[in-house]
C-alpha cells in the first residue's frame, strides 16, 4: 500500500513539473519561423537579426498581396471579354462566301453567288439543208447560263432558310424564273454530325430531292450540263428549282454499319415560278406531283465510296385549258447537252399523230410516272456514277379534242412508255477525289461534288490547280410506237409518239483553279434518230428528220 502511494505520487509531481512548460505561449522565434515556412521563405543564416527577418516577411507579404490582386483582376478582364464575345457578332470570309453570325451560333447569313458564262460551236454538215433535217441551223454563240445571287443561313438554331435569284439564261436560252429558291426547313439534329439522325421539313420555292443528276449542285456536275434523261423528267415529273412545294427528309449515317449514309425524301410539288412577263402555264390546275428519292451508300472508307439508290414519281394532276374538262399535258424534251442554243431537238410536244391528221399536238393525259436506278461511287481520284429511269403517261380520249387520238372516238391507243439511261466517268490527273455529301442544308444529299484544290493555281509559284478528264454517254428515247421509214400515215400506229431518240457522247476536261474558280470543256457527238412524216409530190410517209452533228462548249465558272 504504501509502495503504491509514493509511485502515484511520483507521477503527479513529474506532471505538474512540466505543465507550466506545455502553457506556456510561442516565443517571437518560433512565430518568425512559422511564417517563413508558410510564405515560402528560405532558412535564416545563422546569427541573423530578427529585425532582418521581420522586414523580409514584410517584402513578401506585400509581393503576395500585390500578386493576387493582379490575378483577380486577370479574371475580372478575361470574364468581361467573354462577355463582350457572348453579345457580339462575328464576321467571316471563309472561300469567298460573306457571312455574319452570333457569337452563341443561333443566328447565321452568308451571302451566295454563282456565275457561269457558257460558249458553243456547233459543227453541222454543210449539206444538211438538202435533207429532211428538222433543225438544220443551230446557233453558235455564248450565254450567261446562270447568274445567282442570294442569301441563306440559320435561324434559331433549327431554321435555315435560303433565296436566291437567278438573272442568267439570256439570248436563245430565254429568261429563266427570277425567283429560283425562297424557303424555310426546319431541322430536327445537329448538321455538323451526319451520323447523328437528322430530319427535315422544307417547304417554299424549293428544289426537291429528286433524281442523283439534279441532287448535285449546278455548279459541281462533272460536264456543262446534266444527262438528257435528268433534264427531261426533273421538268416534266415535279423536280428541277424554282418548283413550289413542301418536303420531308430522313438522313443518318453509320445507321447499319460504320460507313453507311441513308438518305429517304420525298415531296409534294406544285408548278414552278414564272419568268419575268411570262404566262403560267397552270391556267385551272397548278399541276401536282409527289417525288422522291432513297439513296444508300453502302461502303466508305473516307476517300472511296460506294451507293445505290432509286427515285420516283407520281403525276396527281396536271396543267390544261380553261374550260371545264378539257385537255390536260405535259411535254418531255430536251436540249443536246448544250444550252447555247434552245432548240429541243427530241420533245413529245409536237409529235403524236392525231388520226389521218398530220398536226403535231401534246399528248393528251390524266396522270402518269416514273421509276429509276441509280448508282455508282468513287475509288480514290477515279468516279463512276449511272441512272436508268422509266416513265410515262397516262393517255385520255375522255376529254373534248381528245378522241382523234384513238381513232375512233373513246378508244384509247395506249399509254406510252418512255426509258432514258446514261453512265458518267472520271479520273482526276492530280490526285484530287470528288467529295461525297451525306448531308447538307440543301438538297445535295448523297451526291458527289468537285473536288477539293490542294494546290491552287498561281503563276508565279507554277501550280496549275486540278485538272479532270471525263466521258459520258447517255440515251434519251421518247419513241413509242414509232413507226419505220416508208410507212404511209395509214399504215403508221394510231396514236404513235415520234419524240425522237438522242444519243450523245461527251468529252470532257475540268480545270479547278482554286476552289471558286473553274472551267470546263466539252466535246459532243450528238446522234438524234427521229422520224416524221414528209410530203414529197403526192406522197406522205415516214422520213428520218433527225440528225447527226458535233458540238464544243466551254464554261467559266465563279462560285462561292
Same mark, same amino acid.
Not at 178 to 186: F, M, P, S, T
Not at 227 to 233: C, E, L, M, S, T
Given at each position: 500500500?504504501?509502495?503504491?502511494?509514493?509511485?502515484?505520487?511520483? $507521477?503527479?509531481?513529474?506532471? !505538474?513539473?512540466a505543465? +507550466?512548460?506545455?502553457?506556456?505561449?510561442p516565443?517571437?522565434?518560433?512565430?518568425i519561423?512559422a511564417?517563413?515556412?508558410?510564405?515560402?521563405?528560405?532558412?535564416?543564416?545563422?546569427?541573423?537579426?530578427?529585425?532582418?527577418?521581420?522586414?523580409?516577411?514584410?517584402?513578401?507579404?506585400?509581393?503576395?498581396?500585390?500578386?493576387?490582386?493582379?490575378?483577380?483582376?486577370?479574371?475580372?478582364?478575361?470574364l468581361?471579354? /467573354?462577355?463582350?464575345?457572348?453579345?457580339?457578332?462575328?464576321?467571316?470570309?471563309?472561300?469567298?462566301?460573306?457571312?455574319?453570325? &452570333?457569337?452563341?451560333?443561333r443566328?447565321?447569313?452568308?451571302l451566295?453567288?454563282?456565275?457561269?458564262?457558257?460558249?458553243?460551236l456547233?459543227?453541222?454538215?454543210?449539206?444538211?439543208n438538202?435533207?429532211? $433535217?428538222?433543225?438544220?441551223?443551230?446557233? &453558235?454563240?455564248s450565254?450567261?447560263?446562270?447568274?445567282?445571287?442570294?442569301?441563306?443561313?440559320? $435561324?434559331?438554331?433549327?431554321?435555315?432558310?435560303?433565296?436566291?435569284?437567278?438573272?442568267?439564261?439570256?439570248?436563245?436560252?430565254?429568261?429563266?424564273?427570277?425567283?429560283?429558291l425562297?424557303r424555310?426547313?426546319?431541322?430536327?439534329?445537329?448538321?455538323?454530325?451526319?451520323?447523328?439522325?437528322?430530319?427535315?421539313i422544307n417547304?417554299?420555292?424549293?428544289?426537291?430531292?429528286?433524281?442523283?443528276?439534279?441532287?448535285?449542285?449546278?455548279?459541281?456536275?462533272?460536264? =456543262?450540263?446534266? +444527262?438528257?434523261?435528268?433534264?427531261?423528267? =426533273?421538268?416534266?415529273y415535279?423536280?428541277?428549282? %424554282?418548283?413550289?412545294?413542301?418536303?420531308?427528309?430522313?438522313?443518318?449515317?453509320?445507321?447499319?454499319?460504320?460507313?453507311?449514309?441513308?438518305?429517304?425524301?420525298?415531296?409534294?410539288?406544285?408548278?414552278?415560278?414564272?419568268?419575268?412577263?411570262?404566262? +403560267?402555264? @397552270?391556267?385551272?390546275?397548278?399541276?401536282?406531283?409527289?417525288v422522291?428519292?432513297?439513296?444508300?451508300?453502302?461502303?466508305?472508307d473516307? #476517300?472511296?465510296?460506294?451507293?445505290?439508290?432509286?427515285? #420516283?414519281?407520281?403525276?396527281? @394532276?396536271?396543267?390544261?385549258?380553261?374550260?371545264?374538262?378539257?385537255?390536260?399535258?405535259?411535254?418531255?424534251?430536251d436540249?443536246?447537252?448544250?444550252?447555247?442554243?434552245?432548240?429541243?431537238?427530241?420533245?413529245?410536244?409536237? &409529235?403524236?399523230l392525231?388520226?389521218?391528221?398530220?398536226?403535231?399536238?401534246?399528248i393528251?393525259?390524266?396522270?402518269?410516272g416514273?421509276?429509276?436506278?441509280?448508282?455508282?461511287g468513287?475509288?480514290?481520284?477515279?468516279? /463512276?456514277?449511272?441512272?436508268?429511269?422509266?416513265?410515262?403517261m397516262?393517255?385520255?380520249?375522255?376529254?373534248?379534242?381528245?378522241?382523234?387520238?384513238?381513232g375512233?372516238?373513246?378508244?384509247?391507243?395506249?399509254?406510252p412508255?418512255f426509258?432514258?439511261?446514261y453512265?458518267?466517268?472520271?479520273?482526276?490527273?492530280?490526285?484530287?477525289?470528288?467529295?461525297?455529301? +451525306?448531308?447538307?442544308?440543301? @438538297?445535295?444529299?448523297?451526291? #458527289?461534288?468537285?473536288?477539293?484544290? *490542294?494546290?491552287?493555281?498561281?503563276?508565279?509559284?507554277?501550280?496549275?490547280?486540278?485538272?479532270?478528264?471525263?466521258?459520258?454517254?447517255?440515251? /434519251?428515247? !421518247?419513241?413509242w %410506237?414509232?413507226?419505220?421509214?416508208?410507212?404511209?400515215p395509214?399504215q403508221?400506229?394510231?396514236?404513235?409518239v415520234?419524240?425522237?431518240?438522242?444519243?450523245?457522247?461527251?468529252?470532257?476536261?475540268?480545270?479547278?483553279?482554286?476552289?471558286?474558280?473553274?472551267?470546263?470543256?466539252?466535246?459532243? *457527238?450528238?446522234?438524234?434518230?427521229?422520224?416524221?412524216f414528209?410530203?414529197?409530190? &403526192?406522197?406522205?410517209? /415516214?422520213?428520218?428528220?433527225?440528225?447527226?452533228?458535233?458540238?464544243?462548249?466551254?464554261?467559266?465558272?465563279?462560285?462561292?
Amino acid at each position: 500500500m504504501t509502495g503504491k502511494s509514493i509511485l502515484l505520487a511520483s $507521477a503527479a509531481f513529474t506532471v !505538474l513539473a512540466a505543465f +507550466p512548460a506545455v502553457a506556456q505561449q510561442p516565443t517571437l522565434e518560433d512565430r518568425i519561423r512559422a511564417l517563413e515556412q508558410k510564405l515560402g521563405q528560405p532558412a535564416p543564416t545563422d546569427n541573423q537579426p530578427l529585425e532582418e527577418r521581420v522586414k523580409a516577411l514584410e517584402e513578401k507579404l506585400e509581393q503576395t498581396n500585390e500578386q493576387k490582386t493582379a490575378d483577380d483582376q486577370a479574371v475580372r478582364t478575361r470574364l468581361s471579354t /467573354l462577355e463582350q464575345q457572348f453579345a457580339d457578332t462575328v464576321w467571316t470570309f471563309d472561300n469567298a462566301r460573306p457571312t455574319v453570325q &452570333s457569337a452563341d451560333g443561333r443566328f447565321l447569313m452568308s451571302l451566295r453567288a454563282r456565275i457561269q458564262f457558257d460558249t458553243a460551236l456547233f459543227n453541222q454538215k454543210s449539206d444538211i439543208n438538202s435533207t429532211n $433535217a428538222q433543225f438544220k441551223d443551230l446557233a &453558235s454563240g455564248s450565254i450567261v447560263r446562270r447568274f445567282y445571287f442570294g442569301a441563306e443561313g440559320r $435561324a434559331f438554331r433549327d431554321f435555315w432558310y435560303e433565296f436566291r435569284g437567278d438573272f442568267g439564261g439570256a439570248n436563245a436560252e430565254g429568261n429563266n424564273a427570277i425567283v429560283n429558291l425562297a424557303r424555310v426547313a426546319y431541322n430536327y439534329g445537329n448538321l455538323a454530325y451526319a451520323n447523328e439522325p437528322h430530319f427535315r421539313i422544307n417547304a417554299g420555292v424549293i428544289q426537291p430531292i429528286f433524281t442523283y443528276g439534279d441532287s448535285v449542285s449546278s455548279s459541281s456536275t462533272t460536264f =456543262i450540263e446534266r +444527262p438528257d434523261v435528268v433534264n427531261a423528267v =426533273i421538268a416534266g415529273y415535279g423536280g428541277d428549282d %424554282h418548283r413550289r412545294g413542301v418536303e420531308l427528309t430522313f438522313q443518318q449515317a453509320d445507321l447499319f454499319t460504320p460507313g453507311d449514309n441513308l438518305v429517304v425524301s420525298t415531296a409534294y410539288t406544285a408548278g414552278p415560278t414564272t419568268p419575268p412577263a411570262g404566262a +403560267p402555264t @397552270n391556267i385551272t390546275d397548278e399541276g401536282t406531283q409527289i417525288v422522291g428519292r432513297a439513296v444508300y451508300r453502302l461502303w466508305s472508307d473516307g #476517300f472511296s465510296n460506294v451507293q445505290v439508290g432509286g427515285n #420516283f414519281s407520281h403525276l396527281i @394532276n396536271l396543267t390544261g385549258a380553261a374550260s371545264p374538262g378539257g385537255m390536260r399535258t405535259i411535254a418531255l424534251q430536251d436540249r443536246p447537252e448544250i444550252r447555247v442554243d434552245g432548240t429541243r431537238l427530241v420533245s413529245t410536244a409536237a &409529235s403524236t399523230l392525231l388520226g389521218t391528221s398530220l398536226t403535231p399536238t401534246n399528248i393528251p393525259e390524266t396522270g402518269g410516272g416514273l421509276w429509276g436506278l441509280e448508282g455508282g461511287g468513287n475509288i480514290q481520284n477515279f468516279f /463512276l456514277y449511272g441512272e436508268y429511269m422509266n416513265f410515262g403517261m397516262d393517255r385520255t380520249v375522255a376529254c373534248p379534242g381528245c378522241t382523234p387520238f384513238g381513232g375512233t372516238p373513246g378508244v384509247n391507243p395506249g399509254d406510252p412508255r418512255f426509258s432514258g439511261w446514261y453512265v458518267e466517268g472520271s479520273w482526276i490527273l492530280t490526285g484530287e477525289t470528288k467529295t461525297y455529301s +451525306p448531308v447538307a442544308t440543301n @438538297n445535295e444529299m448523297g451526291t #458527289f461534288n468537285n473536288p477539293r484544290v *490542294i494546290t491552287p493555281f498561281d503563276w508565279a509559284s507554277g501550280n496549275w490547280g486540278a485538272w479532270e478528264v471525263a466521258a459520258r454517254y447517255s440515251d /434519251l428515247d !421518247l419513241n413509242w %410506237h414509232e413507226g419505220v421509214i416508208g410507212e404511209t400515215p395509214a399504215q403508221a400506229a394510231v396514236g404513235g409518239v415520234r419524240g425522237g431518240d438522242e444519243k450523245i457522247w461527251t468529252l470532257g476536261l475540268n480545270w479547278y483553279m482554286n476552289n471558286n474558280v473553274l472551267m470546263r470543256f466539252n466535246y459532243l *457527238i450528238v446522234d438524234v434518230n427521229k422520224l416524221g412524216f414528209v410530203t414529197t409530190g &403526192s406522197t406522205t410517209t /415516214l422520213q428520218q428528220i433527225g440528225q447527226k452533228f458535233n458540238a464544243f462548249g466551254a464554261r467559266l465558272q465563279f462560285t462561292n
